[in-house]
């Protein structure tokens, strides 16, 4: 199964519909976001490329609120405190904006890790659970938006970078 993964969108709305627009290109159903999304109309694209949506609040969603109200409008979207451990099939995920909020034995109890906050792509392993930050969906620090697929039953990321002028900041 192909997840989309997604982090620090920070309301960078053309980003965040382009990104999707390649996730949905890739057979991508659903998109785990590692928190940032900022204001609430950031949920707006999701909602409108029609995946679905499991995500954590990260440091920077002030109206948390706000950002509930806007994804209980969606189909299939949900919101939850960071961290957040998720069963998707036989898969345990642990999705979490800032890495270091989790401790080493947590980690072991997943599968596979998603986390934000770095803005950086990486990807790592511990022993069987693979760590992935699919970077910074608005492009803000790091000059390009960025987010990943995992294929949760062989483990394959491919990492996802726009190009061109438009999104270089």
Known sequence: MLVGL?????DRLPATRELL????????GMV???GDYCS???????????????????HNDGDQE?????AAQGMGHEL???PHSLAIGAHKILLVHDIGDVSPR??????????????????????????????????WLHGAPTCAVVDLDTKRVEFI????????Y
């Open 80 to 82: 939850f405190e960071s």
């Open 21 to 28: 627009k390649e996730l949905t290109q890739r057979g991508v």
């Open 161 to 168: 970078k726009l190009t061109g002028s438009q999104w270089a």
């Open 6 to 10: 997604m982090s620090d969108t920070h």
């Open 40 to 58: 609430p109309f950031a949920l707006q694209p999701f909602h409108d490329a029609g995946v679905a949506l499991a995500g954590v609040f990260g």
């Open 66 to 70: 706000g950002l509930r109200a806007l």
């Open 106 to 139: 947590s980690l072991k109890r997943h599968n596979f890790v998603v986390h934000g906050m770095e803005h950086q792509q990486s990807m790592k392993t511990r022993g069987d659970v693979l760590i992935i930050n699919p970077g910074e969906a608005c492009g």
């Open 32 to 34: 785990l976001h590692a």
